[in-house]
């Protein structure tokens, strides 16, 4: 699908500040919902289902997805490959030469996009280039001892928006969890301190719920990393339409349901045992996990 201007034939790029198609020549702007029913209208494209399994255990995960590329839809959409670090990234048929944004090192088209599912939602560029490097210079305004490299205009110049792809977790949570807690006493009689230390076994149960916990199906971004930045808005998603992806770039996911399933399913444990320890209260001494069990049910991705 290319993204022609109606009113000029120019390539329309997703503008980020007003969250519309816009034309760079002609300044022509149009509501991206209605900018892809006019292109649907005109490739005469349908949607369609998808299926979808998790298992290998007994918590019978869902799939909510309902999205896979028809025919026609990718026509547009090009994949390029990084020489150096091998990441493949996702973009429209009009980009150019362009670098990798992992590694820095040219890429090449290796062709057609095919195989993959169609997101479900994305969550737009709220960001142009322009914003991005005010707001990373004024982020290194200040730092005097900060190494040079970080402020070199060659590498600032070439910063890209990359849409990173993400699975999405629905689950509840029933817990059962033994923490143990201290008290400590302190007195002094004479010149001597003493200090009197009790052990306690707290337990707690109950059951929590979790909506969209991320993990992103991405192998080239560090998993730490990409946690580090949430929490993701995700009331600013959007249901998925080619034309967001007009002027950036997009990485092409590697990583499957099953893999992601554990990741989601170890940060659902870690969250619900730090919410769980928030009820045990006085001890001045602090708490720990002595013993955890958390299952999980009515799971969907």
């Known amino acids: 699908m290319e993204y022609k201007c109606p009113s000029c034939g120019g390539a329309m790029e997703f503008d980020s500040t007003t969250q519309k198609m816009k034309c760079p020549y002609c300044d ?30 007994n918590e019978n995960w869902s799939d909510m997805g309902n999205n896979q590329w028809m025919e026609g839809e990718t026509d547009g959409i090009r994949v390029y490959v ?72 060659n590498h600032v110049d070439e910063i890209k928006g990359v849409y990173i792809p993400f699975w999405l977790f629905d689950v509840d949570a029933d817990a059962q969890i033994t923490y143990e807690a201290e008290k400590v006493h302190s007195h002094t009689s004479g010149d001597t301190e003493y200090t009197t230390r009790e052990i ?7 059951s929590l719920s979790f909506d969209h916990v991320p993990a992103d199906g991405s192998r080239k971004m560090d998993d730490t990393l990409m946690e580090a930045i949430e929490p993701y808005n995700f009331q600013e998603a959007v249901p998925f339409q080619q034309a967001y992806l007009a002027g950036y770039l997009a990485d092409r996911y590697d990583v499957n349901v099953d ?33 955890s069990n958390v299952q999980i049910h009515n799971a969907s991705y």
């Open 259 to 291: 893999e992601r399933i554990n990741r989601a399913r170890d940060r659902i444990r870690v969250c619900t045992e730090r919410a769980f320890r928030k009820t045990v209260s006085g001890y001045n001494g602090g708490s720990s996990v002595k013993d």
């Open 200 to 206: 306690y076994s707290v337990y707690r149960e109950g």
């Open 82 to 153: 990084c020489q150096s670090c091998g990441g493949e990234i996702v973009a429209d048929a009009n980009t150019g030469a362009t670098s990798c944004p992992f590694c820095g090192n040219r890429v090449v088209m290796k062709g057609q996009f095919a195989g993959d599912l169609k997101p479900d939602y994305i969550i737009p560029f709220k960001l142009d280039k322009k914003a991005a490097k005010e707001n990373y210079y004024k982020h290194l305004k200040g730092k005097k001892y900060l190494p040079k490299v970080f402020k070199k205009e």
């Open 28 to 57: 022509t702007e149009m509501e991206v919902a209605q900018y892809q029913q006019m292109q649907e209208k005109a490739e005469g494209n349908a949607g369609g289902n998808q299926g979808g399994d998790a298992g290998g255990n």
